[in-house]
T-cell receptor
Framework: DSGVTQTPKHLITATGQRVTLRCSPR?????VYWYQQSLDQGLQFLIQ???????AKGNILERFSAQQFPDLHSELNLSSLELGDSALYFC?????????????FGPGTRLTVL | GQNIDQPTEMTATEGAIVQINCTYQ??????LFWYQQHAGEAPTFLSY????GLEEKGRFSSFLSRSKGYSYLLLKELQMKDSASYLC?????????????FGKGTRLHILP
């Protein structure tokens, strides 16, 4: 158990819909990272927040957005969902904001878009 | 562009040794990570190399050669539970807003 929690574990929805994925980092960690993992693309970095502010942006689509709240939990919002958005979405946390800090991953949310 | 290459799949026998290679071409280099990921589970951190040489941690060791853009993960005394995917990831720069790039992973199958 990494100490990072994600909800929900599974999400099934239809194309065109909007969903929100939630992540709570390990106690004391200020950075939260979001990743998408699909079978053909591997693990893709989406976005990083540090202490409430956006720090780094990866391959995140404009239909996706995220935020980190004052209590450090984070939400990833996915809108206008397409079939290709079906994937495992991982959240990870680390102590600092630098990318070399060890990241601890949550169990993931499996999103299925029908 | 940024690119990380690893073999897609490897097979080894329980009790043996296996070496998983990773080569990278990135705009810069500020560290290389290895993660283990069992099917359907989250990745877990194995090692971090930023200087050339070998880092040993129990049955697992990781090697880095920055001049060659090359790393390997060495697993000794293989156990069935080592069957997993192994992800190589590189941090290209030390800019605050850079991002770690992951390879597609190597699926390791352990045979009894």
């Amino acid at each position: 158990d990494s100490g990072v929690t994600q909800t929900p574990k599974h999400l099934i929805t239809a194309t065109g819909q909007r969903v929100t994925l939630r992540c709570s980092p390990r106690s004391g960690d200020l950075s939260v990272y979001w990743y998408q993992q699909s079978l053909d693309q591997g693990l893709q970095f989406l976005i990083q927040y540090y202490n409430g502010e956006e720090r780094a942006k990866g391959n995140i689509l404009e239909r996706f957005s995220a935020q980190q709240f004052p209590d450090l939990h984070s939400e990833l919002n996915l809108s206008s969902l397409e079939l290709g958005d079906s994937a495992l979405y991982f959240c990870a946390s680390s102590v600092g904001e630098a990318g070399y800090n060890e990241q601890f991953f949550g169990p993931g949310t499996r999103l299925t878009v029908l | 562009g940024q690119n990380i290459d690893q073999p897609t799949e490897m097979t080894a026998t329980e009790g043996a040794i296996v070496q998983i290679n990773c080569t990278y071409q990135t705009s810069g280099f500020n560290g290389l990570f290895w993660y283990q990921q069992h099917a359907g589970e989250a990745p877990t951190f194995l090692s971090y190399n930023v200087l050339d040489g070998l880092e040993e941690k129990g049955r697992f060791s990781s090697f880095l050669s920055r001049s060659k853009g090359y790393s390997y993960l060495l697993l000794k005394e293989l156990q069935m539970k080592d069957s997993a995917s192994y992800l190589c990831a590189v941090r290209p720069t030390q800019n605050r807003d850079d991002k770690i790039i992951f390879g597609k992973g190597t699926r390791l199958h352990i045979l009894p």
